[in-house]
């Protein structure tokens, strides 16, 4: 397998413009994870979907922030309109359904907002 | 509410030499524990997790970490590091009746293994 993948994994934008980061989980995962990290906040939880349905979205930081997974293979974190304290390395993960699975991490989007 | 403490950012140590990165959680529930690792540029892996049973655990490439549900710690140790241990270690916990499994991470701690 090919673990989760990400991309882009790079992304350089302008203050206003939207930003879509998308995620592949490993086939057959049922749980899907949103992080962020910065050098201020560390690792951060923001949203995680369990069968495709939104769990717990109590760490996304506003309304800008919005993610969806139409599938059990594609999620996508947006951000409309982003902001330069959106700067950060945003990580998927996914796990297999039961509690305490272990989350393989994807290799993470590093976001730059000018 | 669960939250955990990374008592060093940055842990300095020579090749050969061991090393302790201490971690401790509070929670009003039992937890489970874990110890991520990041290593340069990349997205975090499983070194090992407490779940229940011997409070001494064993993960990959030489870690172990002791849970201490009187202190409550879960320090990591590996008695001799390699050059290619030199990445950032999260430590992270998770509420047995979560939804999911949620994890709260701590600050991370940035060991730099020097030759």
């Known amino acids: 397998d090919a673990g989760v993948i990400q991309s882009p994994r790079h992304e350089v934008t302008e203050m206003g413009q939207e930003v879509t980061l998308r995620c592949k989980p490993i086939?057959?995962?049922?749980?899907l994870f949103w992080y962020r990290q910065t050098m201020m906040r560390g690792l951060e939880l923001l949203i995680y979907?369990?069968?495709?349905?939104?769990?717990?979205d109590s760490g996304m930081p506003e309304d800008r922030f919005s993610a969806k997974m139409p599938n059990a293979s594609f999620s996508t974190l947006k951000i409309q309109p982003s902001e330069p304290r959106d700067s950060a390395v945003y990580f998927c993960?996914?796990?297999?359904?039961?509690?305490?699975?272990?989350?393989?991490f994807g290799p993470g989007t590093r976001l730059t907002v000018l | 509410a669960q939250s955990v403490t990374q008592l060093d950012s940055q842990v300095p140590v020579f090749e050969e030499a061991p090393v302790e990165l201490r971690c401790n959680y509070s929670?009003?529930?039992?937890?489970?524990l874990f110890w991520y690792v990041q290593y340069p540029n990349q997205g975090l892996q499983l070194l090992l997790k407490?779940?229940?049973?011997?409070?001494l655990v064993k993960g990959i490439n030489g870690f172990e970490a002791e849970f201490n549900k009187s202190q409550t710690s879960f320090h990591l140790r590996k008695p001799s590091v390699h050059i290619s241990d030199t990445a950032e270690y999260f430590c992270?916990?998770?509420?047995?009746?979560?939804?999911?499994?949620?994890?709260?991470f701590g600050g991370g701690t940035r060991v730099l293994v020097k030759p």
């Open positions: 993960a996914s796990s297999l359904d039961s509690l305490l699975d272990e989350q393989f």
């Open positions: 086939s057959g995962h049922n749980s």
């Open positions: 979907f369990n069968n495709n349905v939104p769990i717990d």
């Open positions: 929670s009003s529930v039992s937890v489970y």
């Open positions: 407490y779940l229940s049973g011997s409070t």
């Open positions: 992270a916990v998770s509420r047995t009746k979560a939804a999911g499994n949620k994890l709260t």
